[in-house]
């Protein structure tokens, strides 16, 4: 009699070990979903990132190339800083995923999860950090993020935020395209 009851104990605590087991997984599973959602939601509407990261045909957003960045190969504008005389102080390329201005020659990042060419090769920590300082990838000794990136207001978002926009980004379709690097007024790459 006693081995019988302690043999139910133990299928009991089993079961409830089983069960408690499978609640925080649906519960870590909806949590991340939650979180995804979020993201996608901030990077949509409030972050408004694919205004410039997702290039364009015409005036409309080219979504077979969500987030991808400044397209491989595409053309860059020109600045001339005589065009500062006629209030003109930043130059977009068609795509609207390139910049000039006094600074030089920036483009929009691939943010997709493509480890080669996107954000694959990124860490969450370095994504935060990098939306925190303002610094590439998140590095003390890397160039700034170049304008028109907006990072500074992207700075006050709350950590959770941008957990969530990095999450989201990890669910997109990576997408192979190696954006060209940043280059100063002279036309150099700024060191990375």
Known sequence: MKRARWVIGIGLAGAMLGATFWVAQ????????????????????????????????????????????????????????????????ISIAPTYTAFSGPWGTSYATNLTPDPETGLGSWTEEQFVRAMRTGRHQGQPNARTILPPMPWKAYQGMSEEDLRAIWAYLQT?????????????????????
């Open 26 to 89: 649906r519960s870590s599973a909806q949590a991340q979903e939650e979180r995804v959602q979020r993201g996608k939601y901030l990077v949509e509407t409030v972050a408004a990132c694919g205004q410039c990261h997702t290039p364009r045909r015409g005036a409309e957003e080219d979504l077979s190339r969500l987030l991808s960045g400044h397209p491989e190969g595409a053309p860059a504008p020109r600045f001339a800083m005589e065009l500062i005389q006629q209030g003109v102080f």
């Open 172 to 192: 997109i379709p990576p997408i192979r395209n190696r954006v060209p690097p940043a280059t100063n007024r002279f036309g150099e790459p700024y060191d990375q």
